[in-house]
């Protein structure tokens, strides 16, 4: 139930997100809330359905798009709105590999799970970007970029931490991180370059 509760926060904010930011405007940021919409539609439904090997199918796929996709589709639209590094935008789209492989591994009928290499590539996807928005925010002095490299972090690296204490806390600290990252793009697209660090 509580799992629910978690999903129900990011259907909401990724929802806000979504009507927020515009398709035209920011195509790669609507696209990572669109992801974050469907995860939390299928963490929702699985929460509610359990047991169910459709849901649990489809929650899989959401989560590595989730965890792969999401950070690299906003460094993108933030790069390219930046007038100073907007040349470095189209790198990001690198994450596309280590997608391909660990979709691969999750799709496959013979797969019992993720190998340390697709782990290892999808760790290092992750933390070069980052790497790559703190970057950002130090190069353009914004603080909304800053807080959301604390939601990516708590998302990825804060969940696994919660989840070695508490066993079974991962997930739910996993999903708060992507609602306060979710919450924040709005803002960070319309008046990012407005917010700095004093």
């Not at 590595?64 to 999401?70: D, L, N, P, Q, V």
């Not at 009928?109 to 996807?125: C, F, H, Q």
């Not at 002095?141 to 696994?160: D, E, T, W």
């Amino acid at each position: 139930m509580v799992d629910a509760v978690f999903s129900g926060i990011l259907l909401g904010t990724a929802g806000h997100a979504l009507v927020s930011v515009s398709p035209f405007q920011h195509p790669y940021a609507f696209c990572a809330c669109a992801i974050g919409f469907c995860h939390a539609l299928a963490s929702l439904a699985d929460s509610i359905a359990c047991e169910d090997r459709c849901t649990l199918c489809f929650k899989r796929l959401t989560c590595s798009c989730i965890e792969i996709m999401t950070l690299p589709m906003l460094n993108i639209g933030f790069y390219l709105k930046s007038e100073q590094s907007s040349p470095l935008a189209l790198g990001h789209g690198l994450f596309v590999v280590p997608l391909a492989f660990d979709l691969l591994t999750k799709v496959s009928p013979r797969a019992e799970g993720e190998n340390d290499s697709t782990r290892t590539l999808k760790d290092l996807t992750i933390l070069g970007n980052i790497v790559s928005l703190l970057f950002l925010a130090a190069n353009e002095n914004n603080a909304l970029y800053g807080m959301m490299i604390v939601a990516a972090f708590i998302a990825k690296y804060g969940a696994m931490f919660v989840d070695s204490i508490i066993a079974g806390t991962g997930e739910c600290t996993g999903l708060l991180g992507y609602s306060l990252l979710f919450g924040l793009v709005p803002m960070a697209l319309n008046t990012g370059h407005q917010i700095l660090i004093t």
